[in-house]
């Protein structure tokens, strides 16, 4: 009923940028809150990044003033873009989106399938 198709994954080298796109698709009325987590070997998925309705953002420590979080409400997107990548950055990125659903319109979460970010040094 929902799908997301991430995009922009990739190699690049440290200190480098990459732009990171979701889309949303299906059957969607109003999207809630977006984000983006990220999963690095051998350690726990983490919020990194998200947007609520009204465009406010918070950021996880790790990526403040190097990662920014957009959305584009008419075109159900949200980006993120990342400069300055560390080699601690590596890791599979997940855009994840909140929708209200029937019957109950309860918000419920959406999962994209991941995108590989892998920064060399």
């Known amino acids: 009923q929902v799908q997301l198709v991430e995009s922009g994954g990739g190699l690049v080298q440290a200190g480098g940028s990459l732009r990171l796109s979701c889309v949303a698709s299906?059957?969607?009325?109003?999207?809630?809150?977006m984000g983006w987590y990220r999963q690095a070997p051998g350690k726990q998925r983490e919020l990194i990044a998200s947007?609520?309705?009204?465009?406010?953002?918070n950021y996880a420590d790790s990526v403040k003033g190097r990662f920014t979080i957009t959305r584009d409400n008419a075109k159900n997107r949200v980006y993120l873009q990342m400069n300055s990548l560390k080699p601690e950055d590596t890791a599979v990125y997940h855009c994840?989106?909140?929708?209200?659903?029937?019957?109950?319109?309860?918000?419920?979460?959406?999962w994209g399938q991941g995108t590989q970010v892998t920064v060399s040094s």
């Open positions: 994840n989106v909140v929708i209200p659903k029937a019957p109950d319109w309860q918000p419920r979460d959406y």
């Open positions: 299906g059957v969607i009325f109003r999207i809630n809150a």
């Open positions: 947007i609520s309705t009204d465009k406010r953002t």
